[in-house]
């Protein structure tokens, strides 16, 4: 929660913030995700105008997960840009409210950026993550990571068809 009370209700006046605060639960997808109680670091401008405070900067926080290639671990930082207004609560009526949930709105003159910060960091994350750009994966036939071993191969596989032949030439 950000304190808004020092902008007032002046458009125009604004404040800037930097501060580092803990990743909340489930930051992430599946594959890759900010590990809850990492920081997250914060630097943001408040800005009042007519119809509320508008909140743009920056979120930084390190990811972690795994290569959906090969498994690897992976471990990056992701920069996520937030924009959000958030809207004075002028005591507005619940039917009103019911219409207009997308609006973010103030409570009081605290503003609460963990909705803002999760769709900012969930929707910057690559949907399919890789440890490395040119990531070759696993080896369709044993598994082995073929990061690991480039020269892997198999012997080609033989055709059912011809397998009771290949007893004929063994025996002889």
């Known amino acids: 929660m950000l304190d808004t009370r020092e902008l007032g209700r002046r458009p125009g006046s604004e404040r800037r913030v930097s501060r580092t605060v803990p990743a909340p639960a489930d930051l992430g997808i599946e594959v890759l995700r900010v590990p809850e109680d990492s920081s997250v670091e914060l630097d943001l401008r408040l800005e009042a105008v007519v119809e509320g405070v508008l909140v743009t900067g920056t979120a930084r926080a390190g990811l972690v997960g795994e290569c959906v290639r090969c498994l690897a671990e992976v471990d990056d930082t992701i920069d996520s840009d937030l924009t959000e207004l958030f809207v004075y609560d002028d005591g507005k009526d619940e039917a009103a409210d019911a219409e207009d949930d997308e609006t973010s709105r103030l409570q009081g003159d605290l503003l609460d950026l963990e909705p803002v910060l999760r769709d900012a ?38 055709d059912p068809r011809w397998a009771a032949l290949q007893g004929l030439t063994e025996d002889s």
């Not at 969930?122 to 082995?144: H, I, S, T």
């Open 121 to 158: 960091v969930v929707l910057a994350l690559p949907f399919q993550p890789l440890c490395r750009e040119d990531c070759p994966g696993l080896c369709a036939e044993c598994g082995a990571r073929l990061a690991d071993d480039p020269e892997h191969q198999h012997e080609e596989p033989v």
